[in-house]
């Protein structure tokens, strides 16, 4: 029997091309693991009006964690269009597999590590290396959402002012929420040797929600007086990000702001291609690349893999196989730097596959 259990959800488009080059990547590093298929994605709801079925995740239950690929999300106007005809009119309603699976399995931190590697040509700046804490479960994603504004909700001071047709978005912001994901991040610091944590909001404008978060955060760093602390708008931080990116260390914040922070730091290491994700509860997690399903690009093997396969490294780590974890990094980084084996993106014209091939050689 394998030592580990792992369900495998290539997901929509390009989402199979990736996760076939991140297995040829764990196969070299001979993983003692099954990986079990599990059904995720637009298909799924266009046949049965949920995107991620529960089969899926009984599938979950039963495994370790899951390296999932990509997704395809459209709009209400197309999901409802796409839906299957006998399914139409009855109450279904298209909802992001992802965030459903991070709130219904509480995979409460998105760890997202964001690093300039050596001859990376996309770098925007050589030696960054920063981790993003994201909060996965609460903030503007909890998925309460009005075409119009309830009645009842007129009762409540300063909703005189929104008109009646405005459709409507509530964020949920928990003190308990706040002071795991900023935890997480100390956590992470402490034993990862960084210095520093930055906590990032809109407490100047949004002040009853970022309050309860800051509260949090400065209640928390009060305890880990072995790593500095400090905060920022997330304007600001989008801007100070890109003048002095060496000046951050670990950031934690909200989940939207971390869905927009993550993926501008992401773009100064290379982009998506680079963009790697753990969705990590406290028994069970996901890893994922960044990027979304690209459509056009399903199926020709020409899209960039290192964000997947250094999402398996993240797995690994996880799964507490950290020399594995190592050797597969390390494979990467010098793939990177001898720059003979390119995707599109890089300027090269290699597939996806073969740079998969060109990491596990060196593995081998």
Known sequence: ???????????????????????????????DAEYIPADIGWKFWCREGNPLPQRTLDVMKGTDCALFGAITSKGKDVADKELAPELRGKGYSYRSPIVAMRQLLDLYICLRPCKAYAGNPLNYRDGIDLVVFRENTEGMYIGVEFERVPEQFYAVKGMEKVPRDAALSLRAITPGGSERIVRAAFEYARQHGRKKVTAVHKGNVLRQTDGVFMAAARKVAAEYPDVAFDDANVDAMCMWLLKNPMNYDVIVTTNLFGDIV???????????????????????????????????????????????????????????????????????????????????DLGGDNTTLEVAEAIAARLQ
């Open 262 to 344: 993550s993926d501008l730091c992401a773009q100064m290491v290379g982009g998506m291609g680079f963009g790697c994700s753990g969705n990590i509860g406290t028994s069970y997690a996901v890893f994922e690349p960044t990027h979304g399903s690209a459509p056009k690009y399903a199926g020709l093997y020409k899209v960039n893999p290192m964000a997947t396969i250094l999402a398996a490294r993240m797995m690994l780590e996880w799964l507490g196989e950290k020399e594995k974890a190592a050797q597969i990094e390390g494979a990467v980084a010098a793939v990177i730097a001898e720059g003979k084996v390119r995707t599109y």
């Open 1 to 31: 029997m394998a030592k580990y259990r792992i369900a495998w959800m290539p997901g929509d488009g390009i989402g199979v091309d990736v996760m076939d080059a991140a297995r040829i990547v764990l196969d070299a590093i001979a993983l």
